[in-house]
């Protein structure tokens, strides 16, 4: 899978200053060259055409997070802004001469767009202090961030994953509150939140017995999702076949054998600490088998197919199931 593509914007200075933080941030992340992720920038006129220069760029780019930074005088944290709401009220002109009162940024459109980044998810371990605020204002930072939303949810626009493009505005105080490089601190960490996910290939084992039941195994409590349900299987080593890697984990997981047989159905799933591609393949337990034994696994299962869904299951094995019914 590709690398991560981000585009990070600012904003040029505006009101009669020379100077933008937002515009300093970006430049100088841009002079870190990391190579982590593609990274396109822009600096985007304090205007009308600028409030609409991110809504062109993400209909015709594949993008995988879209990071707003502007400046703010009234934050003395960095806020991430949770919701871009559709009203403009300006209480000074804009670069372009604008000074609009009390009217929608885009007529018959909803009140407002969410953040499309889920800000409860994030971590403890942020290296600033933040506040999540719900008022981006109502000057140009906000009607950017509305045209942003609303074309990504128009358009249904999605990242690699295939989740609701990302996008967040962020806020930044001056500099005589939090220092230039502990806010670019802040910036990296939410890029690393949003888009570095470890993508992990793992395979699965639909085993089935002459009965027409599929095993089934509860993970134990030294295990991630201790107490979920799950189809056999495990990550798979670099380099490794997927047959060759499939036979081994059934093996370190239930010392038994198997033959495979065909291959099932892939599905992928992010979860909030990576991102897993899931190649699932039909098997039978070999004749010659060593008895099954539990290794990593509280207890097992022989189940009808119609009767899977009554477990509680692991997400990316319960995105199998509906496969596995429309085989049988």
Request: glycine share 4%; aromatic share 8%; hydrophobic share 40%.
């Amino acid at each position: 899978m590709r690398k991560p593509r981000v585009l990070l914007t600012g904003f040029e200075p505006f009101d009669n200053s020379s100077f933008n933080i937002s515009e300093k941030l970006v430049s100088e992340i841009k002079r870190l060259e990391i190579k982590e992720y593609e990274l396109k920038t822009e600096i985007l006129p304090v205007n009308e055409e600028g409030s609409k220069t991110v809504s062109k760029l993400i209909s015709s780019n594949d993008f995988d997070f879209i990071l707003h930074l502007g400046f703010s005088n009234k934050a003395k944290k960095i806020h991430l802004e949770s919701r871009a709401v559709n009203k403009i009220n300006m209480n000074i002109k804009d670069n372009s001469g604008r000074e609009i009162k009390n009217k929608l940024i885009v007529n018959d459109e909803l009140d407002e767009y969410l953040s499309t980044v889920n800000l409860e998810e994030f971590n403890a371990e942020f290296p600033v202090d933040f506040l999540i605020s719900s008022d981006a204002g109502t000057f140009v930072c906000n009607e950017t961030y509305f045209r942003t939303l609303k074309t990504i949810n128009s358009n249904q626009i999605k990242d690699r994953f295939n989740r609701t493009l990302p996008c967040l505005f962020v806020h930044l105080p001056s500099e005589e509150f939090i220092k230039i490089s502990d806010q670019i601190k802040m910036i990296l960490w939410i890029l690393k939140s949003v888009v570095d996910k470890k993508i992990i290939n793992v395979v699965a084992a639909i085993i089935s017995n002459q009965n027409g039941e599929v095993l089934v195994a509860k993970r134990n409590s030294q295990q991630p999702h201790p107490g979920k349900w799950e189809f056999p299987g495990g990550k798979l080593k670099q380099n490794e076949g997927d047959k060759e890697g499939l036979k081994r984990e059934i093996l370190e997981e239930l010392m038994i054998d198997i033959d495979i047989l065909s291959l099932c159905g892939e599905v992928e799933h992010l979860y909030e600490e990576y991102f897993v591609n899931l190649k699932a393949m039909n098997a039978k337990i070999a004749l010659d088998s060593p008895p099954l034994k539990l290794i990593v696994h509280d207890e097992v299962l022989w189940l009808k197919k119609e009767n899977l869904e009554t477990l509680d299951w692991l997400e990316a094995n319960k995105k199998l199931i509906k496969i596995i019914q429309n085989q049988s």
